[in-house]
């Protein structure tokens, strides 16, 4: 087969990971079939080193560009692929014959409003429908996508993600860990949030949670001064985040670190007292299962997939109920007990997902649609 995959995005926040792990496992997996990987210029290096059935392709326009849905679909004509491998639910107008969609989420489609909004719900229904092949990352975001547009069951494949192999190498020592928090002068205990502070992952709510805790443990000899640190965007991206830090007086105690590399990523996982990630809507949700991965027990919400994903190694919470989300901070923080059973079971349940299996299936995929196709 000659297949053409669409890496635009290795550099985003969730998708990045899905798009780099996904073509190293495949490289590992499949020296037969010949892949042609569309990236931005200068971004080939993402990848690593990759074998010699993986063609790079440096094409020029974002896909959120108009002149995208002409200049992609006449780019990828001349490659006389069999199949194209679009990793996101955002699919050009001409798009050749036949094509795989994977949908990550579709949060921002079913929450968000005005006429771009629409614009957006529209362009994602006709990529899905015209799609052989939609694979859903879990049961949750394949229920979503049945809610926004009827696709034929035979047209889905629910394939997991996995956690990034990064996160699986536990060989830092205590003193290499700290040389990383020490840039960052974190000295004290913190609690962790890694991801986007786009709308969806409730943000607010977690600062506002934060808060109680914190008065509820003023007094305690560990964590009397217990902080908040948050990894991924800039504060800047949500005007609603930036109210609540400032409306929760918090000073010092909250943290907004941005971007940061991944060994520094890996040593605030691994020395975070646990990891909250309190969701309204994922997909798949990645950093809960890295977090495990690093042994750090964690607080998730109780809706979309996360319950799918952490199964029982995970304290399960309302992410509309503050109170709620509270407490069960703080049960973790006071219970030894709890945390090491929830620590356990994490490392059991990380073992559940792999991207040498995701790769597997995906493959599996490609083969099926190209079959199907002749």
Not at 171 to 196: C, F, K, M, N
Not at 210 to 229: C, I, N
Not at 260 to 280: C, G, Q
Not at 346 to 354: D, H, K, N
């Amino acid at each position: 087969m000659r297949i053409v995959l669409d890496g635009r995005h290795v550099r985003d926040f969730g998708i990045g990971t899905y798009i780099r792990n996904l073509v190293q496992a495949l490289a590992a997996l499949d020296n037969d079939n010949q892949y042609t990987l569309v990236t931005m210029p200068g971004e080939t290096d993402e990848f690593g080193r990759l074998p010699k059935n993986f063609a790079p392709a440096e094409y020029s326009h974002h896909d959120l560009a108009k002149i995208d849905h002409l200049a992609f679909p006449l780019f990828l004509r001349r490659f006389h692929a069999d199949l194209f491998h679009i990793p996101l639910n955002r699919v050009p107008w001409f798009m050749p014959h036949p094509y795989i969609v994977t949908v990550h989420d579709m949060g921002r489609q079913l929450l968000g409003t005005g006429w771009r909004n629409q614009a957006s719900l529209y362009r994602a229904r006709r990529g899905l429908l015209n799609a052989a092949r939609v694979i859903a990352v879990s049961d949750s975001t394949q229920r979503a996508v049945e809610g926004v547009v009827e696709i034929p069951r035979e047209r889905f494949t629910r394939i997991y993600n996995a956690p990034d192999p990064q996160f699986l190498a536990h060989s830092s020592t205590a003193e290499e860990r700290q040389r990383q928090l020490d840039r960052y002068q974190v000295t004290y205990p913190y609690i962790l949030y890694a991801g986007s502070v786009k709308r969806q992952k409730n943000i607010p709510r977690l600062i506002d949670a934060f808060m109680v805790v914190r008065g509820e443990l003023a007094t305690h000899p560990r964590y009397h001064d217990l902080r908040l640190v948050i990894i991924g965007d800039e504060i800047s991206q949500n005007p609603a985040v930036r109210r609540a830090a400032l409306q929760s007086r918090a000073g010092q105690a909250i943290r907004f670190l941005g971007f940061v590399p991944v060994e520094t990523l890996r040593a605030f996982y691994e020395s975070a007292e646990l990891f909250v990630f309190p969701s309204i809507r994922e997909g798949f949700g990645m950093p809960p299962l890295e977090a495990m991965a690093c042994g750090t027990p964690v607080v998730a919400s109780n809706v979309s997939s996360l319950p799918e994903v952490v199964g029982d190694a995970a304290v399960l919470v309302s992410p509309d109920n503050v109170f709620e989300i509270a407490r069960g901070i703080k049960d973790v923080l006071l219970s030894e007990t709890m945390r090491q059973e929830l620590i356990l079971r994490g490392y059991e349940q990380v073992r559940r997902f792999s991207w040498e299996r995701t790769a597997r299936q995906v493959l599996d995929t490609y083969i099926d649609v190209y079959r199907r196709s002749r």
